[in-house]
């Protein structure tokens, strides 16, 4: 672009997305604002398990392998691999600090990996070309807007740098504008905007262009219950239609809308697999939770096919660990009545992903000298 536009920063100034970033763990990735084109539907295996292999396939969106990255000596990631499919959404978790959002930023480019290969659309991030960043989107953790701009201008300056022509722009703005609750605020100055407004604002940017890589850093950060449900809605609709998403989180819980999910703790990957395999994992199996009618001894369900563990919870509650709970609660209410027992009820019990993400850290920080802990997988595949 050669003509001035509002808010642009003229020669000498510099703009809040053209600042050097702070190299900290959760610094932002800096100027890294993108862009895109619609992509084809994926493929029937999208979201289906691949090994991380030597050079990236096809449909891998994102490659990276053998990925770390330090400062001033300190390894803040540590030898993540990992492959992003077209037309997924790969959720990353991780406790603050944990190095998400240092990876966010070698995928986007903002910084270069000490050691190990990364690629983004079949280019390396640091030497991306024009026309791929036009099909990225990325929104930042802090915000990086004009504030002295409304909201409206925010927005119809970032689609003019990506090429959107007035009558399209205009759609996509008003498209944006409304879904994320804005549309009324239009008019505001963004620096008069709620701290959550400008999370949504953010998000309109990235979103604006229709961008065939989406890549979020805490997306849903200060914005209502309600309104993420939507904001959730609208990044499954553009899974659906082919795009894919790399999305960073606080609410442990949005780990259900993801595909996969990676688990980030001191900046090794804890555990990667789809929402209902990471309870499997935490647990080592399905919990089936069983009241008797009066005193039960546990100690005789030990030696049931199937059975991993039995836990005494109550006078008359047991928690029992199962290979599968499909088979194993029948199992399991059979043996209770066979040793004289009474079962009153019997159910599944789903772990909270609060309590995965609990258990899993902690399994995987017992006994960290300090370089990490052991991994559980040392793979990310979406």
């Known amino acids: 672009m050669t003509d001035e536009r509002p808010g642009e920063e003229r020669p000498g100034e510099e703009s809040p997305r053209d600042q050097a970033p702070d ?16 992509e084809e539907p994926p493929p029937a295996d999208a979201a289906a398990t691949a090994e991380v292999g030597d050079v990236p396939g096809p449909d891998d969106v994102v490659f990276a392998r053998g990925v770390s990255r330090a400062f001033d000596g300190r390894n803040v990631v540590r030898d993540i691999d990992l492959i992003v499919k077209r037309g997924t959404i790969l959720g990353v978790i991780g406790p603050s600090g944990s190095g998400k959002t240092t990876t966010i930023r070698m995928i986007t480019g903002a910084l270069r990996p000490t050691t190990g290969e990364i690629t983004v659309l079949g280019e390396r991030p640091t030497s991306f070309r024009r026309s791929t960043r036009e099909r990225i989107g990325y929104m930042p953790q802090l915000f990086t807007l004009y504030p002295d701009l409304s909201g409206r201008e925010n927005v119809d300056f970032v689609a003019s740098l990506f090429g959107l022509l007035w009558p399209r722009r205009r759609r996509r ?210």
């Open 23 to 38: 190299p900290s763990d959760e610094a932002e990735p800096g100027d890294v604002e993108m862009p895109s084109v619609a």
């Open 173 to 382: 703005i008003k498209e944006v504008l409304k879904l994320l609750d804005l549309w009324d605020a239009r008019n505001r100055r963004a620096s008069r905007l709620s701290g959550g407004m400008q999370r949504r604002l953010e998000l309109a940017c990235a979103l604006v262009h229709d961008p065939a890589l989406l890549i979020l850093d805490e997306p849903t950060a200060g914005i209502d219950p309600l309104l993420r449900v939507r904001v959730w809605e609208e990044l499954h609709r553009l899974r659906d239609e082919g795009r894919t998403l790399l999305v960073t989180t606080q609410y442990v819980n949005e780990a259900e809308e993801c595909d996969q999910v990676a688990l980030i703790v001191n900046g090794r990957v804890i555990a990667v697999a789809p929402p209902e395999e990471l309870r499997q994992t935490a647990l080592g199996g399905d919990a089936i939770e069983i009241e008797t009618a009066g005193l039960f001894d546990v100690s005789v369900l030990e030696s049931v096919p199937g059975v991993l563990q039995v836990e005494q919870v109550g006078p008359r509650q047991l928690r029992v660990r199962v290979e599968d709970a499909a088979t194993g609660l029948p199992t399991v209410v059979d043996a209770v009545g066979r040793a004289g027992g009474e079962v009153t009820s019997a159910r599944e019990i789903r772990l909270s992903f609060d309590e995965i993400f609990a258990e899993l850290v902690a399994r995987a920080t017992v006994g960290d000298d300090g370089t990490g802990g052991p991994a559980v997988s040392s793979e990310i595949v979406a």
